[in-house]
């Protein structure tokens, strides 16, 4: 069995959150090949950047982990953890990104936000990122758009970096094939991977 199908079989999370007052099981696990187009189609059905595709390479070369969350075979959310990252010159200016883990391009469905969704791949991830070595962890959050996440992952410990905002882009092909390059502005959050995520 290679690295890539070790993995696959080796993780599988499960988590219960909370969603209209029951008990929500939650899967939490690397994606699978034959999983994209399901991927695509629940995330991005109107990007054909490929972006899933993408993702799953960075696993598939052995460079980090694209963590799905499942609830009754559906995909409800996603991760993309790095062992290493953010490659963003801003931040490279300032922090050795060597030992650092990065969570890139989370998405919750609409209807399973402020359910627990997001925190138990964020666990998942850290978790990950300590078994690998990692010393820290970060993400990048919109810097004024973006309040909710910026409060959840105060809560789960991750802290401004005090260095300032910064722009990040990413492609989008709309389904006519016209590509344009949307744009954000972000800070950078990060957490020591010795320090336990609380349970909120």
Known sequence: MNR???????????????????????????????????????FSPGNLAIWQQKRYEVQAKGEGVYLIAWHNDVPVGHFLLSWSGPHDEHVTRYVDIRRSAFMEAGLTKDEYRRKGVATTIIKEAEKLAREHGCKTIGLEVGSADNPA?????????????????????????????????????????????GQITPDI
């Not at 905002?165 to 990060?190: H, L, N």
Request: proline share 4%; with cysteine; aromatic share 12%.
């Open 4 to 42: 890539l199908a070790r993995l696959n079989a080796a993780r599988v999370s499960k988590y219960n959150c909370l969603m209209n007052n029951y008990r929500l099981e939650i899967e939490i696990r690397p994606a699978k090949v034959e999983e994209l187009d399901k991927l695509q189609a629940a």
């Open 149 to 193: 996440a910026k409060r959840l992952y105060k809560k789960l410990g991750y802290k401004d970096w005090m260095r300032g905002a910064f722009v990040i882009s990413w492609e989008y092909v709309d389904k006519d094939g016209i590509r344009s390059t949307p744009t954000e502005t972000v800070i950078y959050m990060y957490k020591p991977l």
